[in-house]
């Protein structure tokens, strides 16, 4: 018995031996502790598919800076960076200036962004360069990306602690917030803001298609565990690192890339939770247990 | 010439040739005069009438397109509660956290709400939400969910308070708890403007009353602005919306305003305190005018 579990655990931490998986961990544990929290406000603010739409939007950006300077860290962080603040920025602005809804306008702005990207980057290099750009690289994260990854988590854990009251207050009843203070525009951009940062993070790591997998599924999983928002916001980070080992793991000893790896965890977590979560999972929809006097 | 644009007394609001509306589609159409402190007005109208509008543009949630607003409190110190709210019910909070959302002002961003947790439970208890607090606020009725709103707005303690049809979908009990409570707040002094429909409850809570027709029909003491030939004038006034609309040819607040003779309101100055001395010229312009 006690073998099986040494075996076990010498499969789950043997591939931490290498220097290249530490890094990927620790890279990939940075990202779970900002990037669910983020991907919590965005469930509950009905904006899921809008990080979707975001992390197109970073696409022309991160190719800007690769036909700039190759397969650069920095360039690319940079280019995804702007690109992805000038979409979120254009489509609010265009919300608040005219008619439109904030989703459409994102979709169009994200739609032109996503359609120039694709064109830059086969302007120059390869289908590989594009699947790298798509799929990222959290096997190959050097010493800037993890500074990079370790300063956006921190940087996004102290702007949801100082924006929390209002951005919750926007969430919940915006008019009531525009009444009391002038609080919620700035908020509202500055989490704008975090999204992108966040899927900025996520594309060091998982590529822009795999970032938003981090950042959504293991928010829409801790639905169906956790009631209020504090638990909401720990179950998620729970769940990303869950994701982020397991997915490691996985990926070294079956030989698959890491990026689908660890979405394709998050994902079976999230099917587990459907069936199984306490809270609206479908069994305990089946087997109701008999209600209460009062 | 006209009121002045100076701010009125405290407490007060004052409309100066106030037009508001939608696509340069007034919803109310050059209103003047002054809601004075401590007023509990009733705003009666027909569907239509620009009841809701009126609140939006006390409040400053729409942009005036012509005249102003003036406020004897700062923005913030006026409270309105919505007719169709924006909340979203299937947030995970708990009603102590949406009732301590009226304590804003004192608490800002940052401050913990912990040390007045016991002013949000007196407010919960004085409207009848004792043990409800840890209650998430998806699973409260129509009614408790109305009743803790005016939780919050105990804890907003403001000096300005503006009801959108408060009542709608209330049962008797808690009407009676809720009239009770705003009786109350007019006792602290407070200015309370509410939209209300049924003109028996207006007739027997409300002093004052403002009828309503996308112009102002007559305002003034309730027993002399609900009349019979009023509320048919107010009937007759609430016009469609027409697409095409010629622009209005009366000039900016405070020059033409007055020149309206045709539909223009009947100022009811019964022993009503409505025109104090900063509203003195007004008032009496458009006595003239009626």
Redesign the interface.
Known sequence: MSAVLSGLLAGALGPFEFGFMRRALVGCLALSVSAPPIGVFLMLRRMSLMSEAMSHAILPGAAAGFLVAGLSLPAMTLGGLVAGLVVALLAGLVTRVTALREDASLAAFYLISLAGGVLLVSLRGSQIDLLHILFGSVLALDDAALWLLGGISTLTLFALAVLYRPLVMECVDPLFLRTVSRAGGPAHYAFLGLVVVNLVAGFQALGTLLAVGLMLLPAITARFWAADLGGLIGASVLFGALASVAGLVLSYHLDLPSGPAIVLVAGFVYLVSMLAGPRGGLLRRLVRPRHLEA | MSGGLHPPAPGALRLAGLTLGYDRHPAVHHLDGTIPAGDLLALVGPNGAGKSTLLKGL???IPCLEGAVLRGVP??A???L?QA????RS????VL??VG?GL??W?G??RSLGRRRGRVLEALAAVGLSGFEER??GTLSGGQFQRALFA?LIL?DAAVILLDEPFTGIDARTLQDLLALIARWHGQGRTVVAALHDLDQVRAHFPSTLLLAREPVAWGPTRQVLTAANLARAARLSEAWDENAAVCARGPAGEAGHHHHGSGPTLVHGGQDHHDHAHHGHGHRHGDAA
């Open positions: 409040v400053g949630e923005r913030e006026v409270a309105y919505p709210d924006e909340i979203d947030f995970p909070l708990s956290d949406l959302m804003w002002r608490a961003p940052w998430g606020i919050r907003q």
